[in-house]
């Protein structure tokens, strides 16, 4: 029987490299799932979280050519606390199952690599072996995402990182923190971190 390949989650705020940290794990060869785009393709593509959506949001939450009303969707959901638990209670499970059949299409490396902005808010490090933290300070954070997205004000940027848990909360979850600031490189500790899941050790 074949082994099952340790899963690993790669977790940060906004603006904290979480992506950075993945590309070098997918360019050492590690398949990467991404949680927060296949969201987005689940909420396009998934015809039985499309009827849930629908139901808990109206008609409008869908365009004529069946994609998603992000600006609709963003007003209903983003500014109500209840509707953005509403959404995710639909989203994330429909991610969870999803994420599982991915596994098991991957089952033949020794690890695997989950990225997601919200896998300890929304507690789906629990089903993970471990969880890589990539910490930054929140100014940098703040600014790199001015610089990244353009279409973001200052206000609706800290109003995403105020959703998010903060640092010292994260980092006590975490079973290893890589720094991303402006100082440190991140390719030397994930190089590390490989060579010590491909040799089967704990991180």
């Excluded at 015809?47 to 992000?70: D, W």
């Excluded at 209903?76 to 499970?93: C, Q, T």
């Excluded at 010292?168 to 490989?194: C, F, M, R, T």
């Amino acid at each position: 029987m074949m082994n099952k390949p340790k899963l690993i989650g790669v977790t940060g705020g906004i603006g904290a490299g979480k992506s950075t940290v993945c590309k070098v794990f997918s360019a050492l060869g590690v398949p990467v799932y991404d949680a927060d785009s296949r969201a987005k393709l689940l909420l396009a593509n998934d015809e039985e979280l499309k009827v849930k959506i629908i139901e808990a949001f109206g008609e409008e939450s869908y365009l004529p050519n069946g994609l998603p009303n992000r600006s609709y969707l963003a007003e209903k959901v983003f500014s109500d606390e209840g509707n953005i638990n509403l959404i995710n209670s639909l989203v994330h499970p429909a991610v969870g199952k999803d994420f599982e059949n991915w596994v098991s299409q991957n089952n033949d490396h020794k690890y695997l690599i989950k990225e997601a902005a919200l896998l300890f808010e929304a507690g789906s490090y629990k089903a993970l072996d471990q969880v890589i933290h990539v910490s930054v300070p929140k100014e940098i954070r703040l600014n790199r995402v001015l610089l990244r997205d353009s279409q973001r004000s200052k206000e609706q940027v800290l109003a995403i990182m105020d959703k998010q848990w903060g640092e010292g909360k994260k980092k006590k979850l975490a079973d290893l923190v890589v720094y991303n600031d402006n100082e440190q490189s991140v390719l030397e500790p994930v190089i590390k971190l490989h060579n010590q899941l491909t040799a089967g050790n704990e991180i």
